[in-house]
Structure formats: structure tokens, C-alpha cells
């Protein structure tokens, strides 16, 4: 396990071992396909501000899970205690704050659609499906799944490697008995 340390994989729980930047990488990956999926369809759709915030979350996401935490770091000043935290922990916290927000949002209007909150219209439209829009029917549904779980872990993973460093930095914890308030 000492050589996955060195590589910059740390563990989420002792228990189970899950590296920190697998997560980020199937993030990545998933946000990766939803992002590119558009273009290599028959039927295209217009580039939205709902795309270009999905692009830019994938792009942290990635680049998270491939910059090394060895030589990185960032310095912040949170309250009053000063931290050290690694550049791909915080581009990780920021890709997947900014993916789940997305995905959240579009679950939401999915459902409030389908609750007939909003209103739309379906057009039927004849087309030629190529290959890859055959394939897509197929893996869209388990890769969103996937995309949904693995950002929510990747968010919940790099936050608490962020604010759990607090902890670790010799700060002490504001309680009754040590007279701090």
C-alpha cells in the first residue's frame, strides 16, 4: 500500500480501500461522455450554458484525477487557521460542486415536467439514427446513473478531505474545557 501512497492515492476509510482519484476519474469519464455524446449524434442540439458549465466541471474533474498532490499545494486561510490542501483536492471540490448542482437541476426539471409543473412540447421528427445513436439509447440511462453517484461521492470525498485537514494541522478544536469560545 505504501507504493498507492506514493502515486498520490490515498484511502477514503481503512476499511475499504476506494482511491480518492478513481472517483474523480469515473466522474470525469462519465461527465466526459455526457459532454461529447451531443456532437457524435445525428441530431444536434444548440451549445447552452447548461453544456459549457458541464464542460468546465468535467475539465476539473480531470484534471483533478491526473494533476499529481505531491508538489501541488494551495495555501488557505479558512477562519482562523491556516491549511495546506492539494490543487487536485480543491479542483476536484469545484468540478463536482459544480457537475452535481447540474445534474440535480436537471433531475428536478425532469421531474417537475413530468409532474406537469412545466409545460412543453414533444415534436416528433423523422430522422436516420447512425451507429452511435443506437448505441447511446443504450448506455445513456446507467451512465448518467453512474455520472450521478460517482459526482456525489466525489464531492462528498474532496470535502472532507478539505475541511477534515483542519484536524490534522495542530489547530485546536474550539471546546468548554480548553477555554476557547
Known amino acids: 500500500m505504501a507504493g498507492l501512497d506514493a502515486l498520490g492515492f490515498r484511502p477514503i476509510l481503512p476499511v475499504v480501500f476506494i482511491p480518492a482519484k478513481f472517483v474523480y476519474l469515473v466522474a470525469a469519464l462519465c461527465g466526459l461522455y455526457g459532454s461529447v455524446a451531443p456532437f457524435l449524434s445525428s441530431t444536434h442540439s444548440p451549445i447552452t450554458f447548461f453544456r459549457v458549465a458541464l464542460w468546465i466541471g468535467t475539465a476539473l474533474l480531470l484534471l483533478a484525477a491526473l494533476l499529481p498532490t505531491k508538489y501541488s499545494n494551495i495555501d488557505l486561510a479558512i477562519r482562523d487557521t491556516y491549511r495546506v490542501v492539494s490543487t487536485p483536492t480543491v479542483l476536484a471540490l469545484l468540478g463536482s ?25 414533444f415534436r416528433v421528427a423523422a430522422y436516420h439514427p447512425n451507429a452511435f445513436d443506437r448505441v447511446n439509447q443504450i448506455l445513456t440511462k446507467p451512465i448518467l446513473l453512474l455520472f450521478l453517484i460517482s459526482s456525489v461521492a466525489s464531492l462528498l470525498i474532496s470535502a472532507l478531505i478539505t475541511f477534515r485537514l483542519r484536524n490534522r494541522m495542530g489547530s485546536s478544536p474550539r471546546t468548554k474545557s480548553t477555554g476557547n469560545r
Open 97 to 121: 460542486t459544480a457537475t452535481t448542482a447540474l445534474l440535480f437541476y436537471g433531475v428536478a426539471r425532469f421531474v417537475a415536467f413530468r409532474l406537469g409543473y412545466v409545460h412543453g412540447m
